[in-house]
Every structure is written in structure tokens, then in C-alpha cells.
């Protein structure tokens, strides 16, 4: 079992800033990949960023050049820095993470991020 906790949602206005904290707990020994999704009203769970099975990173064509996925392997915590937020960055997003082997997905609870205009 994997637990993930995140933090670091909140208010901020268009072309601001956050930074969002996903720490793993449990069987950390058996993720092979890590990300962030987010989910806006009315929309569909969409990808974020990831850190693929191989290490390397991807990030959504939206906000390439505005958010960057990061970790601290000593933490095992996750983040992602949002740079250049957007009225439609608003979404709760969501950490993943994907077991090795079984290939079972968790998530965590979920942070609201909320950009005004």
C-alpha cells in the first residue's frame, strides 16, 4: 500500500506562483512512477506531469515552460512548481503514483488550486 499526501493549494491570482508537496508513505520502495493530474468542474482527470518509469519527466503541452515536476528521492515527496498561473490552471489536482509489478494506481486526496483573474 502507497499513501500520498498532498499540500500547497490555494488562492493566487493570474501570473503568480505556487509550489505543490506530494509525500509518500507505506511501500515506497515499490513505485515505479510518480505525476500530477488535475481535474477542473465539469471536466475530465487530465495529466499534469509525470516522472515516467525510466526517471525522465513529462509535462502537458499546457503548461510546458510554466510548471516543472521535481523530487527529493531522501523525502520521497513530489513536486510541482506552477509558475505563470492561469484562470484555467484552476483545478484540483492530484498526485498519482503507479506500483512496480501490479501496476496499481494511487492517488491522494487532492489540493484545490484556484487562479483569479
Known amino acids: 500500500q502507497v499513501q500520498l499526501v498532498e499540500s500547497g493549494g490555494g488562492l493566487v491570482q493570474a501570473g503568480g506562483s505556487l509550489r505543490l508537496s506530494c509525500a509518500a508513505s507505506?511501500?515506497?520502495?515499490?513505485?515505479?512512477?510518480m505525476g500530477w493530474y488535475r481535474q477542473a468542474p465539469g471536466k475530465q482527470r487530465e495529466l499534469v506531469a509525470t516522472?515516467?518509469?525510466?526517471?525522465?519527466?513529462n509535462h502537458a503541452d499546457s503548461v510546458k515552460g510554466r510548471f516543472t515536476i521535481s523530487r527529493d528521492n531522501a523525502k520521497n515527496t513530489v513536486y510541482l512548481q506552477m509558475n505563470s498561473l492561469k484562470p484555467e490552471d484552476t483545478a484540483v489536482y492530484y498526485c498519482?503514483?503507479?506500483?512496480?509489478?501490479?501496476?496499481?494506481?494511487?492517488w491522494g486526496q487532492g489540493t484545490q488550486v484556484t487562479v483569479s483573474s
Open positions: 507505506g511501500s515506497v520502495f515499490s513505485i515505479a512512477a
Open positions: 516522472f515516467t518509469v525510466r526517471g525522465s519527466t
Open positions: 498519482a503514483a503507479t506500483q512496480r509489478i501490479t501496476s496499481t494506481n494511487y
